[in-house]
């Protein structure tokens, strides 16, 4: 059972530089959604989806764009990188609302 | 602006000794409370999780305490074993496709 799949797991940008993070889940999960990890500040929501073709801002979108063509796809485009995008990238869907999410293992980007 | 506060940031227990979480919330709409727990190099994964029409919930050596009038919610793990050692999270929500709001983490360290 493949979950939630993340890629790449490692990524190094220079400033200015675009990029998309793959999210792919196989579980036919209508809520998908975007977090960022960094120190001392937990999960933030950069995007969230409940179903394709929908689309919303969480917390902290902005520098992200991100779209929902299909279910089982929801990647996350980072426009221009700067430094401050240097962060753990988690992406995750749920069954059934919001509340039981499924994590996949992370993307870390550095913005150099 | 937070709307769950987690502490404390990091916790030291002695192996078999009693680790406890704790967590508060502003908005009294939330009526679902998760736990996550989140080891180094991997995705956050659900723990337990809360309603708010009881006041406990036990899974093995994992309680959830829930005080609605004080809008405060513990996790206890109970007989501490350095396999918790890990990160854990609270979370609120809405139920339905309102976006869980995570805590800022707990960095919790079992020690023999």
């Known amino acids: 059972n493949a979950g939630v799949t993340q890629t790449p797991k490692f990524q190094v940008l220079k400033t200015g530089q675009s990029m998309t993070l793959q999210c792919a889940q196989d579980?036919?999960?209508?809520?998908m959604s975007w977090y960022r990890q960094d120190p001392g500040m937990g999960l933030r929501l950069i995007h969230y989806?409940?179903?394709?073709?929908?689309?919303d801002q969480g917390e902290v979108p902005n520098g992200y764009n991100v779209s929902r063509s299909t279910t089982e796809d929801f990647p996350l485009r980072l426009l221009s990188a700067a430094p401050s995008q240097t962060s753990v990238y988690f992406c995750?869907?749920?069954?059934?609302?919001?509340?039981?999410?499924?994590f996949g293992e992370g993307s870390r980007l550095t913005v150099l | 602006q937070q709307q769950v506060k987690q502490s404390p940031q990091s916790l030291i227990v002695q192996k078999g000794g009693i680790s406890i979480i704790n967590c508060a919330y502003e908005?009294?709409?939330?009526?679902?409370f998760p736990w996550y727990q989140q080891f180094p190099g991997k995705g956050p994964a659900l723990l337990i999780a809360?309603?708010?029409?009881?006041s406990e919930k036990k899974e093995g050596r994992f309680t959830i305490s829930f005080n609605k009038s004080a809008k405060q919610f513990s996790l206890h793990i109970m007989d501490s074993q350095p396999g918790d050692s890990a990160t854990y999270f609270c979370?609120?929500?809405?139920?339905?496709?309102?976006?869980?709001?995570f805590g800022k983490g707990t960095r919790l360290s079992v020690i023999a």
């Open positions: 908005n009294t709409a939330f009526d679902y």
């Open positions: 809360i309603r708010p029409d009881v």
């Open positions: 579980m036919n999960h209508e809520y």
């Open positions: 989806s409940v179903g394709a073709g929908i689309t």
């Open positions: 995750a869907s749920s069954p059934s609302g919001a509340g039981k999410l499924f």
């Open positions: 979370a609120a929500t809405v139920s339905g496709n309102t976006p869980l709001v």
